[in-house]
Protein backbone atom coordinates (compact mmCIF):
# COMPACT_ATOMS: atom_id res chain seq x y z
CA UNK A 1 0.00 0.00 0.00
CA UNK A 2 1.71 3.35 -1.14
CA UNK A 3 -1.29 5.73 0.18
CA UNK A 4 -2.78 6.74 3.70
CA UNK A 5 -5.78 8.57 4.67
CA UNK A 6 -5.22 11.64 7.19
CA UNK A 7 -8.07 14.16 8.82
CA UNK A 8 -7.92 17.47 7.11
CA UNK A 9 -9.33 20.87 6.53
CA UNK A 10 -10.82 21.92 3.57
CA UNK A 11 -11.10 25.73 2.91
CA UNK A 12 -13.19 27.27 0.39
CA UNK A 13 -16.20 29.07 0.45
CA UNK A 14 -16.88 26.97 3.95
CA UNK A 15 -13.98 25.48 6.49
CA UNK A 16 -15.42 21.61 6.44
CA UNK A 17 -13.30 18.62 8.24
CA UNK A 18 -12.30 15.78 5.35
CA UNK A 19 -10.32 12.74 5.11
CA UNK A 20 -7.96 13.28 2.33
CA UNK A 21 -5.42 10.19 0.58
CA UNK A 22 -1.41 10.96 0.60
CA UNK A 23 1.43 9.35 -0.95
CA UNK A 24 3.17 7.61 1.61
CA UNK A 25 6.57 8.31 2.07
CA UNK A 26 9.64 6.59 4.15
CA UNK A 27 13.14 5.54 4.26
CA UNK A 28 14.39 2.89 2.62
CA UNK A 29 17.99 1.76 4.04
CA UNK A 30 19.97 -0.33 1.46
CA UNK A 31 22.89 -2.57 3.05
CA UNK A 32 25.05 -4.33 0.20
CA UNK A 33 27.25 -6.98 1.87
CA UNK A 34 26.34 -6.32 5.35
CA UNK A 35 27.88 -2.97 4.99
CA UNK A 36 25.62 0.80 4.59
CA UNK A 37 25.34 1.22 0.77
CA UNK A 38 22.75 4.27 0.55
CA UNK A 39 19.47 5.90 1.91
CA UNK A 40 16.68 6.87 -0.47
CA UNK A 41 13.15 8.24 0.18
CA UNK A 42 10.56 6.07 -1.49
CA UNK A 43 6.78 4.37 -1.37
CA UNK A 44 6.75 1.29 0.39
CA UNK A 45 5.39 -1.07 -2.34
CA UNK A 46 7.53 -3.43 -4.44
CA UNK A 47 11.08 -2.32 -2.78
CA UNK A 48 12.99 -5.63 -3.79
CA UNK A 49 12.27 -4.30 -7.24
CA UNK A 50 13.29 -0.75 -6.37
CA UNK A 51 17.01 -2.12 -5.43
CA UNK A 52 17.04 -4.25 -8.01
CA UNK A 53 16.44 -1.88 -10.88
CA UNK A 54 18.81 0.50 -8.88
CA UNK A 55 21.24 -1.75 -8.84
CA UNK A 56 20.84 -2.28 -12.37
CA UNK A 57 20.43 1.01 -13.81
CA UNK A 58 23.71 2.46 -12.06
CA UNK A 59 25.86 -0.33 -13.06
CA UNK A 60 26.31 -2.06 -10.25
CA UNK A 61 25.39 -5.07 -10.85
CA UNK A 62 24.56 -7.04 -14.16
CA UNK A 63 24.71 -10.22 -13.91
CA UNK A 64 21.73 -12.81 -13.86
CA UNK A 65 18.71 -12.03 -11.71
CA UNK A 66 19.40 -15.15 -9.19
CA UNK A 67 23.23 -13.73 -9.15
CA UNK A 68 21.54 -11.32 -6.72
CA UNK A 69 19.71 -11.76 -3.49
CA UNK A 70 17.91 -9.11 -1.47
CA UNK A 71 15.78 -9.24 1.71
CA UNK A 72 13.36 -6.52 2.68
CA UNK A 73 12.29 -6.46 5.94
CA UNK A 74 10.83 -2.85 8.52
CA UNK A 75 12.71 -2.14 11.31
CA UNK A 76 10.56 -1.18 13.89
CA UNK A 77 12.62 0.66 16.23
CA UNK A 78 14.12 3.15 14.33
CA UNK A 79 11.03 3.10 11.74
CA UNK A 80 13.03 2.38 8.74
CA UNK A 81 12.17 0.60 5.54
CA UNK A 82 15.47 -2.44 5.06
CA UNK A 83 16.66 -3.70 2.50
CA UNK A 84 19.98 -6.27 2.67
CA UNK A 85 21.30 -7.04 -0.68
CA UNK A 86 24.13 -9.79 -1.25
CA UNK A 87 26.07 -10.06 -4.11
CA UNK A 88 29.39 -11.96 -5.09
CA UNK A 89 32.57 -8.67 -4.84
CA UNK A 90 33.02 -10.09 -8.49
CA UNK A 91 29.63 -9.44 -9.86
CA UNK A 92 29.78 -5.75 -8.68
CA UNK A 93 29.86 -3.40 -12.11
CA UNK A 94 31.52 -0.55 -12.44
CA UNK A 95 29.36 2.24 -11.23
CA UNK A 96 30.27 0.64 -7.83
CA UNK A 97 33.65 2.72 -7.78
CA UNK A 98 32.05 5.82 -8.15
CA UNK A 99 28.69 5.09 -6.07
CA UNK A 100 27.45 7.80 -3.25
CA UNK A 101 27.40 6.20 0.14
CA UNK A 102 25.18 8.74 1.52
CA UNK A 103 21.58 9.88 1.93
CA UNK A 104 19.49 10.89 -1.98
CA UNK A 105 16.25 11.68 -2.26
CA UNK A 106 12.79 11.00 -4.11
CA UNK A 107 13.16 13.92 -6.66
CA UNK A 108 17.05 13.89 -8.05
CA UNK A 109 18.89 10.56 -8.60
CA UNK A 110 22.09 12.41 -8.87
CA UNK A 111 22.23 14.27 -5.57
CA UNK A 112 24.48 12.91 -3.56
CA UNK A 113 27.40 11.71 -6.48
CA UNK A 114 30.80 12.09 -5.71
CA UNK A 115 31.98 12.47 -9.52
CA UNK A 116 30.06 13.71 -13.01
CA UNK A 117 30.20 11.05 -14.66
CA UNK A 118 28.14 11.17 -18.40
CA UNK A 119 27.06 7.91 -19.93
CA UNK A 120 29.34 6.98 -22.81
CA UNK A 121 28.40 3.95 -25.19
CA UNK A 122 27.43 2.87 -28.64
CA UNK A 123 24.23 4.08 -29.76
CA UNK A 124 21.04 1.80 -28.83
CA UNK A 125 20.33 0.63 -32.60
CA UNK A 126 16.93 -0.69 -33.51
CA UNK A 127 14.29 -1.16 -36.29
CA UNK A 128 11.98 1.70 -37.12
CA UNK A 129 8.78 1.33 -34.92
CA UNK A 130 5.38 2.13 -35.72
CA UNK A 131 4.73 6.16 -36.84
CA UNK A 132 1.18 5.57 -36.40
CA UNK A 133 0.40 9.06 -34.47
CA UNK A 134 -2.25 7.42 -31.97
CA UNK A 135 0.62 4.80 -30.95
CA UNK A 136 2.14 6.77 -28.26
CA UNK A 137 -1.28 8.39 -26.81
CA UNK A 138 -2.64 4.50 -26.54
CA UNK A 139 0.42 3.80 -24.38
CA UNK A 140 0.04 6.56 -21.67
CA UNK A 141 -3.48 5.17 -21.63
CA UNK A 142 -2.80 1.99 -20.89
CA UNK A 143 -0.08 3.28 -18.24
CA UNK A 144 -2.71 5.49 -16.77
CA UNK A 145 -5.14 3.03 -16.17
CA UNK A 146 -2.77 1.23 -13.95
CA UNK A 147 -2.00 4.37 -11.83
CA UNK A 148 -3.78 3.50 -8.63
CA UNK A 149 -1.44 5.07 -6.61
CA UNK A 150 -2.07 8.54 -8.21
CA UNK A 151 -5.74 7.62 -8.89
CA UNK A 152 -5.85 8.00 -5.10
CA UNK A 153 -3.68 10.67 -3.68
CA UNK A 154 -2.43 12.76 -6.68
CA UNK A 155 0.92 12.53 -5.41
CA UNK A 156 3.01 9.68 -6.76
CA UNK A 157 5.09 9.26 -10.45
CA UNK A 158 4.60 6.33 -12.35
CA UNK A 159 7.02 4.59 -15.20
CA UNK A 160 5.76 1.70 -17.51
CA UNK A 161 7.53 -0.41 -19.42
CA UNK A 162 6.02 -1.85 -22.89
CA UNK A 163 6.98 -4.20 -25.64
CA UNK A 164 7.77 -3.27 -29.38
CA UNK A 165 4.14 -3.85 -30.55
CA UNK A 166 2.68 -2.46 -27.12
CA UNK A 167 2.38 -4.93 -25.24
CA UNK A 168 2.16 -3.81 -21.04
CA UNK A 169 5.41 -5.41 -19.01
CA UNK A 170 5.64 -3.56 -16.26
CA UNK A 171 4.51 -0.52 -14.07
CA UNK A 172 6.77 1.18 -10.88
CA UNK A 173 4.73 3.19 -8.83
CA UNK A 174 6.65 5.60 -6.67
CA UNK A 175 7.01 9.43 -4.69
CA UNK A 176 10.17 10.12 -6.65
CA UNK A 177 10.11 9.71 -10.51
CA UNK A 178 14.00 7.98 -10.44
CA UNK A 179 12.61 5.51 -8.22
CA UNK A 180 9.34 4.64 -10.27
CA UNK A 181 11.74 4.28 -13.64
CA UNK A 182 14.18 1.50 -11.14
CA UNK A 183 11.17 0.15 -10.21
CA UNK A 184 9.68 -0.57 -13.50
CA UNK A 185 13.32 -1.94 -14.79
CA UNK A 186 13.47 -4.09 -11.40
CA UNK A 187 10.26 -5.56 -12.22
CA UNK A 188 11.04 -6.64 -15.59
CA UNK A 189 14.24 -8.02 -14.67
CA UNK A 190 12.16 -9.79 -11.92
CA UNK A 191 9.57 -11.02 -14.14
CA UNK A 192 12.66 -11.66 -17.32
CA UNK A 193 10.79 -9.40 -19.91
CA UNK A 194 13.36 -6.72 -19.71
CA UNK A 195 14.50 -7.86 -23.40
CA UNK A 196 11.32 -7.36 -25.04
CA UNK A 197 11.25 -4.10 -23.33
CA UNK A 198 11.22 -1.05 -26.29
CA UNK A 199 9.02 1.70 -24.85
CA UNK A 200 9.94 3.50 -21.44
CA UNK A 201 6.90 6.18 -20.13
CA UNK A 202 7.57 8.41 -17.28
CA UNK A 203 4.89 10.58 -15.67
CA UNK A 204 6.78 13.40 -15.22
CA UNK A 205 9.74 15.45 -16.69
CA UNK A 206 13.00 14.05 -18.15
CA UNK A 207 16.17 14.41 -16.49
CA UNK A 208 19.72 13.40 -17.70
CA UNK A 209 19.70 10.47 -15.27
CA UNK A 210 16.00 8.97 -16.45
CA UNK A 211 17.63 8.72 -20.40
CA UNK A 212 20.83 7.17 -18.25
CA UNK A 213 18.45 4.84 -16.95
CA UNK A 214 16.69 4.20 -20.18
CA UNK A 215 19.94 3.56 -22.00
CA UNK A 216 21.10 0.85 -19.00
CA UNK A 217 18.02 -0.70 -19.84
CA UNK A 218 17.96 -0.95 -23.85
CA UNK A 219 14.55 0.86 -24.04
CA UNK A 220 15.56 3.09 -26.50
CA UNK A 221 12.21 5.44 -27.02
CA UNK A 222 11.36 7.22 -24.28
CA UNK A 223 8.40 8.99 -23.58
CA UNK A 224 7.69 11.92 -20.84
CA UNK A 225 4.17 13.64 -20.10
CA UNK A 226 6.12 16.99 -18.88
CA UNK A 227 9.26 18.77 -20.55
CA UNK A 228 13.06 17.01 -21.03
CA UNK A 229 15.85 19.01 -19.65
CA UNK A 230 18.81 20.34 -22.15
CA UNK A 231 21.05 17.55 -21.03
CA UNK A 232 18.22 15.14 -21.37
CA UNK A 233 18.08 16.16 -25.02
CA UNK A 234 21.91 16.21 -25.64
CA UNK A 235 22.19 12.71 -23.86
CA UNK A 236 19.81 10.99 -25.95
CA UNK A 237 21.05 12.50 -29.07
CA UNK A 238 24.40 10.56 -28.02
CA UNK A 239 23.27 7.30 -26.94
CA UNK A 240 20.68 6.70 -29.52
CA UNK A 241 17.18 7.26 -27.87
CA UNK A 242 14.40 8.91 -29.21
CA UNK A 243 13.44 11.04 -26.56
CA UNK A 244 9.49 12.35 -26.41
CA UNK A 245 7.84 14.88 -24.44
CA UNK A 246 4.85 16.95 -23.64
CA UNK A 247 3.37 13.61 -24.11
CA UNK A 248 -0.73 14.74 -23.50
CA UNK A 249 -4.04 13.87 -25.36
CA UNK A 250 -3.13 13.30 -29.18
CA UNK A 251 -0.12 15.42 -29.16
CA UNK A 252 3.69 15.09 -28.27
CA UNK A 253 6.93 16.30 -29.82
CA UNK A 254 10.24 14.15 -30.89
CA UNK A 255 13.80 15.66 -29.57
CA UNK A 256 16.02 13.49 -30.79
CA UNK A 257 16.13 10.25 -33.19
CA UNK A 258 12.86 10.76 -35.11
CA UNK A 259 14.08 7.96 -37.41
CA UNK A 260 12.98 5.09 -34.71
CA UNK A 261 9.51 6.03 -35.00
CA UNK A 262 9.83 6.18 -38.92
CA UNK A 263 9.99 10.21 -38.89
CA UNK A 264 11.90 12.40 -40.95
CA UNK A 265 14.33 13.91 -39.29
Same mark, same amino acid.
Given at each position: ?? /????????V??????? @????? *?????? *??????? &?? /? /????????????? !? &? &??T???????? +??????????? @??????????? @????? !? +???? !???????? /? =?????? =??????????????????????????? &?????? %??????? $????????????? !???????? +???????? +?????????? %??????????? $?G??????????F????P???????? $??????????????????????????? $??? @?H?????
Open positions: MN /TATYNALRAQKTEET @EDVLS *IEIPLE *IRLNGEE &FS /T /TMCSPEDAEALVR !G &F &FYEDLWRGAV +DGLTIRTYWDD @ERNVLCADANL @EPQLL !G +DGYR !GSRKLLSV /T =SCGICG =SPNWNPRKGKQLQIEAQSSDPSFIPQL &FKKMQE %KQSDFKA $SGGSHAAAIFSKS !GEFLSLGQ +DIGRHNAT +DKAVGLCLIN %KTLPSATYLLV $SRVSYEIVAKAAAKTILAAVSAP $SSLAVDLAEELGICLLGFCRDQRYTIY $SHP @ELNYDA
